[in-house]
Every structure is written in C-alpha cells, then in structure tokens.
C-alpha cells in the first residue's frame, strides 16, 4: 500500500524559501527522507522518517546527520573515515549502499538502505538529500525474528478502510462513533484499542480501554478517566501522538525508564495491567486539530507491531478523526440551538375563557431549532395576536432570520392599531429591506371576544398553509381566505384580510408544512390526513389532542421543523360581568 501523505515537520534552520519545494519533495517520498545543509545538519525531515528513527523532528532539526544517527551493527559511534555516506557527502556525488544502521531514539539502531544526491533547493546554499528504508535482509541477519503477526492482505485492508468510512461518518454521536472505531479494529488489528481524546479544554480524557477476549469486547471503565496534561517537549510516544508529531511503536520497554511525566506514568501502568507486549500509537488528527490519540496494542496475539502497520492504523485515524470532528461541531451547534431555543420559543399568554397549547419539534436530522415559529401574545387594545410563520431552513441561520422576523412582528403590532394585512405589508417590507431572510411564509391573526360573548378571529395569509378551524362535533374547515402572497418578494401589492366567528367548542390549528409534507405525496394529501386526524380527535382534552394528532400526522420520513398552535374556544358563550350600564 503507498505511504500515505502527513505533515512534514521543518526547524527553525529550515530556509523560507525552500519550505514549499520541501514539503512536496519528501512528502511524495514513501521512504524515511531528510534534507541537511552545507554542514551535514538536518534542516528537514519527513513523517516517514520520524517513524522509521522514533524521533521527533525537532530532536533531529538542527543536529549533524553523522554524529546523530550513523553507527555500526553494535549501535557504536560510526567513524567518519568508515562512513560512505559522509564522504559521499563532501564529494556532492550520487550514491547508495545498504547494510548500514541508524540510531533510533530509544536506544536501538535501524539496519538500513540509503540513497544520497545534492538536491537543489533554487537558493545560494547547497543542499543534500537522504533518502533511507529498513533493510529487512540486514535485520534478518542482525538478530532472530519474532514470532510472525497475523497480516491483512491487500483486499482485506482496502475492505477495512472501506468499512472505516462507512460506519464512522454515518453517525453525528462521539460515543457512537468510539463504539464503531473499537469494533472495527478488534480483533483485526490487535486484542486491545486505548482510545485518548482531548477535550474542548485541552484536557485529556481516556474514553476507551477495550480488551476483545475472542469475539467478545469488553469495556475497562476502571482504567478510564482524567489524565494527566500532555507535556510540550516529551519524546514518549503518546505525547508525541497527543501534540500530533508522529506515530510510533512501543512495548513495556518504552516505560521501563524513568517517566518523564505523570502521563508516561498513566501509559506505563496501562501497558503493565493489560500486559501489552507489542503497541502502535497515532494521533487521531483532523484537518483543524489534533483531537487524540489511537492505541493498538497485543497482549495475547503474537508477534510485534512494525512500521508496515502504521500506514493501515494512520488511515483509520484520520477516518476516525473526519467522524469525531463532524460529532464535535454538530453537539456544539446543538448546544447553541437549544439555548437560541430556549429564548425564541414564547412563553403562551393566559386568556380568559381560552384554552391555547403549543409544540415546536426539530427537523430529525438537524439542529434543535430552525425557521419555524409561532408566536402570541397581548396586543395594547386588549385583543390577542397570533402567528406561525416558516423562514426558509432549518439550521442557526434559519433560526436567526426567524428570530427577526418575529421580533419586528411583535413591534409592528403593538405600535400600530391596524388590521393584521396592515402590519404584515409593514413586516414584508422591513424583511425586504433590513433582514438577509430570502422568503418566509406567515399567517397572522388577532382574536377578541365580542359584545355577545362569541371569539372573532380576523388574520392574514402570507403564502402558508391555511389554518383548521374543527368544531366540537368533529366538522371541519380551511380557511382559505384572506390568502396572500410571501414574504420576501418585494411586490408591494396590498394585502387582504379576512375573518370569521369561532364557534363554541371549536378547535383552531395553525402550524408550519413539516406537519404536511411528505416526499412522494401531495401537499393535498397531507391536509387531507391532517383534516381526518383532527377531526376524530375533536373530543380529546388539548393536550391529549395535540400530542396524539402530532403522532398520527407528521410524516415519518419527515426532514423538516414543525410548529403547532392550537386554540380551543369555550363550550358556550362566556358571561360577562354586568357594568351597571345596561
């Protein structure tokens, strides 16, 4: 499989002008790569070869090649005399060889093939190129092999990453997603999966510790938890992963060292309570951050993780990182949504003689909150407004649109004693001029009680559905009139009015089309079951009647918001108390 493409790391002695030539030279090399300069100091390093040496680039950046990493079999200090690289080196000359070793940074040395040329960088100073790979001949006859690990075949991982994909980003749920990424890599990659992962505070939480014992995984809660901060300089491996720099293998021997900090201790005590003999260890890095760490490790299946395992575990991260970071920003969005909720959605006023109840549910797949909205509330004159109203979306935008929308409504109708068509013009042409919403739709109305005791309702349409007026007895009624066109559109023509008697006992309905719209079915269709609904749920208490006809009526493939007022007049005309004029 090609070495996948990371981030290549540059020190400060890197020159400018060069950094964009060397970035796309060595990240295009699948081997360990370095570029030193006229002094044999190594200016850059790519990812493969942090990998390869186990060292951060800037423990290499800055440092002379030779004194840093070329030794004999027995990891001793390389004379410069027995060094062909270096003398290819001072020659500026092409050339390669194998059978030599590097040191690592833990201590061990690397058998290694290597290739030296000048590389051009276009500026004054001269430039050389290392580009290097384990020698698997070499290290065959440097020391005994461990035991074989079972290895994927091609298929197999291309399979994996193409399940990786699939299952990671169908879901907008960080605990979810942790549940999948354990599952696909257990018991395939290893028999444990430590999962780290770094919070919106920049602390680090282990969220995972699964064991697979066969098929089965089980959860180690007992070893989750808080963990110590992750130190700036530390060359361990999961501080390394933790700051992003590089993967890295590890085993008990990695811990067997002084700690460096309290989460080299954490790590160590992992290692040794779940007796892992072998751990690759990647950073869990999205395009914006890293946002934790992967720990795959063998305690019960033999054989070593090698460097030929990183890339496999690399592209599993990143999908991993892709699905956390869209669950991160979709539970922040939401968070704000239910607190934009919380301040948009009115609190319902007391009427006497009425009965009013109100449901907003969110679209299924978006945030808590979107373009539809009712409103009501006490006008100046006594009467009472009411509206539902849709602002194209459903997402924060939406939301924010609706809330101006609904705003300057309620000031226009308080200000103004006019009819509801009046004040509508008014909004449409506000919305026009001083909001970014493209279109909404609106029914506005104002409901009084008159001199007989009887509830008059007067309202406009902006292009929305009609409201239902459902008597007691279950008969049933659009009102159709007083229809409009939307907001938004900027005509300018006039607006009509329209109004009725409501009558005792009856029930009024106005609500938004995601109680309607269905995929696939007309939008009579969808009156139509909301008219049936409503009309058998007539005798219902208002609660009872809601809820249940919000069941039965809502589409189940519904994507969209949905708001619901629902009014219900007094069973017979209300007396009034007598003022002695009379």
Known sequence: MAEPERAESFGPSTPGAADSLWAGALA??????YVVDDKGCIVAVNARAEQLLRRAAEDMVGRDAHDLLHRDARGQ??????????????????EQARGEWF????GSVLPVSWLITPFDTGGPEPATLVVFHCDQQAAGTAAPQEPAAERLTELERLALLAETTTRLTSTLDVDEALGRLVALVLPRLGDWAVVDLITERDEVWRSA???????????????QGPMPPVPETSPMPLSRALRGVASTLAGPETYQREPDSGIAVEQGRLFKTTGIHSAAIVPIRSTREVLGALTLGRADKPGDYTDADLPLIEDIARRAALALDNARLYQRQRKVAETMQNHLLPQLPR????????????????SQVGGDWYD??????????????????????????????????????????EPPSRIVERLDEAVTHITTVPMATLVFARIEEADDGHWELRWTNAGHPPPLLVSHDGLTRYLQDGHGILLG?????????????????????????????????????GLERLRQHAAALAHRPMAAFTDELLRRVRP???DDDVALLVLRTPAGPRERPATGLE
């Open 77 to 94: 200090t390389l004379p410069t005399s027995r060094c062909g690289m270096r003398q290819a080196f001072h020659a500026r000359r092409t």
């Open 103 to 106: 040191a690592r940074g833990d």
């Open 28 to 33: 295009a090399i699948g081997a360990g790569a």
């Open 376 to 417: 009501a509330f006490r006008l100046a004159d006594g009467a009472t407004a009411l509206a539902v109203g849709d602002v194209v979306g459903h997402d924060l935008e939406a939301a924010a649109g609706m809330a101006q929308v609904r705003n300057m409504l309620r000031a226009y109708a308080w200000a103004q004693q």
């Open 489 to 525: 559109t900027g005509s300018g023509k006039p607006r009509p009015d329209a109004s009725t008697v409501l009558p005792p006992g009856s029930t009024l309905l106005l609500y938004t089309d995601g109680l309607i719209e269905a995929a696939g079915h007309s939008l009579d269709e």
């Open 351 to 366: 009427l006497p003689g009425l009965r009013m109840i109100a449901r907003y549910l969110p679209a299924p797949d978006a």
């Open 209 to 223: 510790v699964v064991h697979a014992d066969g098929d089965t995984l089980v959860h180690h809660e007992e070893l």
């Open 556 to 558: 189940t493939e519904n």
